[in-house]
């Protein structure tokens, strides 16, 4: 079985494909580019599915599941913020208006990688697709255990360590000079490595059972 673990980053997508106790590392310009190899299931770092109002039941499962970090859970993804308006100001006050939620700027800067995804997603309903949350695999490769931010020296340590041990024996390298001048950082790769994982080994789902779908007909669900 051919997976692939995939995690955006400003100039792309880091991918992580696990081929039998084969692990490679590439680097993509689009999704189109990283979804050219051959494959059986992806698993991506990014909202699939997206109701109109932003809420979706995935998302707040994952955010109490990672307690006391929830925060790490971005919400409200909706299509229209993305397809009616090109400044996060203005897309927030028509959310007001409509008596719905305001996003972050961290989600409104993956609009357009969260777009190019779902274009793909809805052009390809046959392709096993599967959003993943790269938090929720690292929590779970620590025994549940709640870990530092990625961002510190700590946290990027501990996900190392945790890789490691979970069959990435050169995750050191891959976060190191493997990356350099790919414009992808240590975090990127760690985040492709976990969803890889998901993809291939997934331990549950949120929510479980047949997932809710959007107007468009695309399943909402967080696997890990």
Do not use: Y
């Not at 255990?145 to 340590?157: F, I, V």
């Not at 350099?180 to 949120?206: H, N, Q, S, Y």
């Amino acid at each position: 079985m051919r997976v692939l673990g995939l995690d955006g980053f400003a100039r792309g997508w880091v991918a992580v494909l696990i081929d039998g106790d084969r692990r490679t590392l590439g680097f993509h310009p689009d999704i189109s580019d990283a979804l050219r190899q051959p494959f059986d299931l992806v698993g991506i770092d990014i909202p699939i599915g997206m109701p109109d109002d932003g809420t979706r039941a995935c998302d707040l499962l994952a955010r109490e599941r990672l307690r006391p970090h929830a925060s790490r859970v971005f919400t409200g993804a909706r299509r229209w913020l993305w397809q009616a308006f090109d400044d996060p100001d203005k897309a927030n006050a028509e959310a007001t208006r409509r008596g719905q939620s305001r996003i972050s700027r961290q989600l409104w800067h993956l609009g357009r990688k969260i777009m190019e995804v779902d274009a793909h997603v809805r052009a390809n309903p046959s392709l096993d697709i599967r959003e993943v949350h790269p938090e929720l695999v690292f929590l779970r490769l620590n025994r549940g255990r709640p870990l530092p931010s990625k961002k510190s020296a700590d946290g990027l340590s501990l996900r190392q360590r945790l890789l490691r041990h979970a069959g990435f024996p050169d995750i050191g390298e891959w976060t190191g000079r493997t990356r350099l001048g790919t414009g992808a950082k240590p975090d990127d790769v760690l985040d492709a490595c976990a969803v890889a994982i998901a993809a291939r080994e997934p331990a549950g789902r949120l929510p479980e059972g047949a997932p809710p779908v959007d107007a468009c007909g695309v399943k909402m669900q967080i696997w890990f």
